[in-house]
């Protein structure tokens, strides 16, 4: 298919999201092993939860919220940046989404969550910094890629702050935040694109 050769690293890292998340529903045994829990990274140096957190999902729901948003927005970032480096700014953003839920609840070992969400938020910020002003559909509102991007972020901090919940909401953060740096580091010239069209829009060029 040329989706698969144009997008290989999109496709395949939703078709494995697809797999280990379908597997996790079926063996409750692997999933409690692999999800985000900060007492068993935090005493049991089980660090491999970082990673395979990001890979399982808590339904149906949740894991195609997650693919569809690293289907429409990871094919452009991985065509701008190239497939390695798409990798690494995807890897980033799990990363850093999944520390920053560490950080912020590591007094709390109970803590339990899992999903690609920290990835995705950081696939979305890359992509607002070539096209900040690209009209996306938040359900049927039109808007700009900006403003769907801090709304995004914005539902994510409410979101966490509800009790019990199984969906790393606290990992949106960190993995925008990771994906943003990884994207400038890689190809800085992401910043004068932003810029230039922040200030085409606002008048200024």
Not at 45 to 54: M, Q
Request: with cysteine; net charge neutral.
């Amino acid at each position: 298919m040329d989706q698969l050769s144009i997008f290989p690293a999109t496709l395949t890292l939703i078709a494995i999201n697809v797999l280990v998340s379908i597997y996790g529903w079926l063996n409750q045994q692997f999933l409690l092993k692999n999800l985000f829990d900060v007492g068993a990274v935090r005493e049991k140096r089980e660090y491999h939860r970082l990673v395979t957190s990001g890979f399982l999902h808590g339904g149906v729901f949740h894991l195609l919220i997650n693919m569809f948003v690293l289907f429409q927005f990871g094919r452009y970032i991985e065509y701008q940046l190239g497939t390695p480096a798409f990798v690494v700014v995807y890897f980033a953003a799990l990363l850093g989404g999944n520390l920053w839920a560490l950080l912020e609840n590591f007094r709390t070992p109970d803590y339990r969550a899992l999903g690609a969400s920290g990835a995705t938020s950081g696939i979305i910020l890359s992509f607002c910094l070539f096209q900040p002003f690209a009209m996306l559909l938040f359900f049927i509102i039109p808007m700009p890629a900006i403003v769907f991007g801090i709304l995004f972020i914005v539902i994510s901090v409410i979101l966490a702050q509800r009790e019990n919940r199984i969906i790393g909401h606290e990992a949106h953060i960190g993995g925008a935040i990771a994906g943003l740096i990884a994207t400038i580091v890689i190809a800085p010239d992401s910043l004068s694109i932003f810029s230039q069209q922040v200030a085409g829009v606002l008048g200024g060029g």
